[in-house]
């Protein structure tokens, strides 16, 4: 039976997701936008996941919007933002190391006349708030920085930079992916300062294809999809009702048992941790305090690419890096410091709380055996 640890690329679907999509597309499949019962009846649906997600993230559900994504939140938030704010206020600054749904999308904004700062971690590998505050002036329309790191679970400080923020230049808006964060750690729009937020159902046993974002009552955010007024003309198109009954069912599942997973997880990546240490010639490019839902290695000399598909043929998924980069360095390891060979060996290990002590010791044997076999 194969071991799957690339959960940050995505997740399985839990039953009650899967069931609730089932019975979306089978029984409940109108259209919400149709005035007749069945339509009345999806439109039920799709309201009852509104609110369960945002009750989720503290939110009015009238300030939740769902996408085909958290790619096309990500665009829509720093995009709409932009298009709203960018007439007169031509500066958006982002970290250096976001998920390429805001990076590119911010390369795009600096082709079209915006500057773009990008701030970087410091000499230590850590991310220090002042440099974030010093980046905005009256000129910044738009602050956007993850929540979690999808390559190396550093967790960024991004309620005391929005915090901070705000204080200052109380007219920025400020928008946090949260996508490796939601369902892991406690995301709370008010806790975080953030007036935009994305999110992903596929990476909390949800299904693909949809996400969501949050725009706090009175941001202007202008539409990139535009078509039949649908979520209140943010972005148009027909619901997926069963991806989006689903993302409701997955977060409504998980919601109650953070703390717990989170305890699990750590447990879990202790305990990997601690066999890696026996094994010797193997590098832990994550931080200790970051989340432990991501462990990033690098087994010296071993190009990532080949490991990866040597433990594959053992039946042991993990990544090279984020899934949205094919198997491509994204760059965000060498902000990091993690540079040269090093990163050329990366490989992500990533959890949930169903993942077993087990699973790691068959990963660890592999790991063992591939560095005794596989040519770097």
Same mark, same amino acid.
């Given at each position: 039976m194969a071991v799957y640890l690339d959960n940050a690329a995505t997740t399985k679907p839990c039953a009650e997701a899967v069931q609730a999509a089932v019975d979306a597309m089978t029984i409940n499949f109108g259209n919400p936008s149709s005035l007749h019962r069945a339509g009345l009846d999806a439109q039920i649906a799709v309201d009852r996941a509104r609110k369960v997600i945002a009750d989720s993230i503290g939110a009015d559900p009238a300030c939740l919007?769902?996408?085909?994504?958290?790619?096309?939140?990500?665009?829509?938030?720093?995009?709409?933002?932009?298009?709203?704010?960018?007439?007169?206020?031509?500066?958006?600054?982002?970290?250096?190391v976001e998920h390429a749904s805001v990076e590119e999308t911010a390369a795009a904004l600096e082709k079209s006349g915006f500057e773009v700062?990008?701030?970087?971690?410091?000499?230590?590998?850590?991310? *220090?708030? !002042?440099?974030?505050?010093a980046a905005c002036d009256d000129d910044t329309c738009l602050l956007s920085m993850m929540y979690v790191n999808n390559e190396t679970g550093y967790i960024l400080p991004v309620k005391e930079v929005f915090s901070a923020v705000k204080r200052r230049f109380p007219d920025i808006v400020t928008h946090c992916d949260c996508v490796q964060a939601y369902m892991k750690l406690p995301v709370k729009v008010n806790a975080l300062g953030a007036d935009l937020i994305s999110l992903s159902a596929h990476k909390i046993h949800g299904a693909k294809g949809v996400g969501a974002l949050f725009i706090r009552k009175g941001v202007r955010v202008v539409p990139i999809v535009t078509g039949g007024k649908q979520e209140k003309g943010i972005r148009s198109g027909t619901e997926s009702v069963p991806l989006i009954v689903a993302f409701g069912a997955a977060a409504e599942k998980l919601a109650p048992t953070?703390?717990?997973?989170?305890?699990?997880?750590?447990?879990?990546?202790?305990?990997?941790?601690?066999?890696?240490?026996?094994?010797?010639?193997?590098?832990?490019?994550?931080?200790?305090?970051?989340?432990?839902?991501?462990?990033n290695i690098s087994a010296e000399g071993k190009r990532s690419e080949i490991m990866l598909h040597f433990l594959e043929s053992k039946g042991i998924y993990v990544s090279s890096g984020s899934a949205c980069s094919?198997?491509?360095?994204?760059?965000?390891?060498?902000?990091?410091?993690?540079?040269?060979?090093?990163?050329?060996?990366?490989?992500?290990?990533?959890?949930?709380?169903?993942?077993?002590?087990?699973?790691?010791? !068959?990963? *660890?044997?592999?790991?063992?055996?591939?560095?005794?076999?596989v040519r770097g």
């Amino acid at each position: 039976m194969a071991v799957y640890l690339d959960n940050a690329a995505t997740t399985k679907p839990c039953a009650e997701a899967v069931q609730a999509a089932v019975d979306a597309m089978t029984i409940n499949f109108g259209n919400p936008s149709s005035l007749h019962r069945a339509g009345l009846d999806a439109q039920i649906a799709v309201d009852r996941a509104r609110k369960v997600i945002a009750d989720s993230i503290g939110a009015d559900p009238a300030c939740l919007y769902f996408t085909s994504g958290a790619t096309e939140s990500n665009n829509l938030a720093l995009r709409g933002a932009a298009a709203a704010y960018g007439r007169k206020r031509r500066k958006i600054v982002i970290s250096a190391v976001e998920h390429a749904s805001v990076e590119e999308t911010a390369a795009a904004l600096e082709k079209s006349g915006f500057e773009v700062v990008r701030v970087s971690p410091r000499g230590d590998g850590r991310f *220090c708030p !002042e440099d974030f505050i010093a980046a905005c002036d009256d000129d910044t329309c738009l602050l956007s920085m993850m929540y979690v790191n999808n390559e190396t679970g550093y967790i960024l400080p991004v309620k005391e930079v929005f915090s901070a923020v705000k204080r200052r230049f109380p007219d920025i808006v400020t928008h946090c992916d949260c996508v490796q964060a939601y369902m892991k750690l406690p995301v709370k729009v008010n806790a975080l300062g953030a007036d935009l937020i994305s999110l992903s159902a596929h990476k909390i046993h949800g299904a693909k294809g949809v996400g969501a974002l949050f725009i706090r009552k009175g941001v202007r955010v202008v539409p990139i999809v535009t078509g039949g007024k649908q979520e209140k003309g943010i972005r148009s198109g027909t619901e997926s009702v069963p991806l989006i009954v689903a993302f409701g069912a997955a977060a409504e599942k998980l919601a109650p048992t953070i703390q717990e997973r989170w305890d699990r997880v750590s447990g879990l990546k202790a305990y990997l941790l601690g066999k890696i240490a026996e094994i010797g010639g193997i590098s832990v490019n994550s931080p200790d305090d970051g989340s432990p839902y991501v462990v990033n290695i690098s087994a010296e000399g071993k190009r990532s690419e080949i490991m990866l598909h040597f433990l594959e043929s053992k039946g042991i998924y993990v990544s090279s890096g984020s899934a949205c980069s094919k198997g491509q360095q994204s760059g965000v390891l060498g902000q990091f410091g993690i540079t040269g060979k090093r990163a050329d060996s990366a490989l992500r290990i990533s959890m949930t709380a169903e993942t077993t002590e087990a699973d790691l010791d !068959e990963l *660890c044997e592999a790991l063992r055996e591939g560095l005794e076999k596989v040519r770097g």
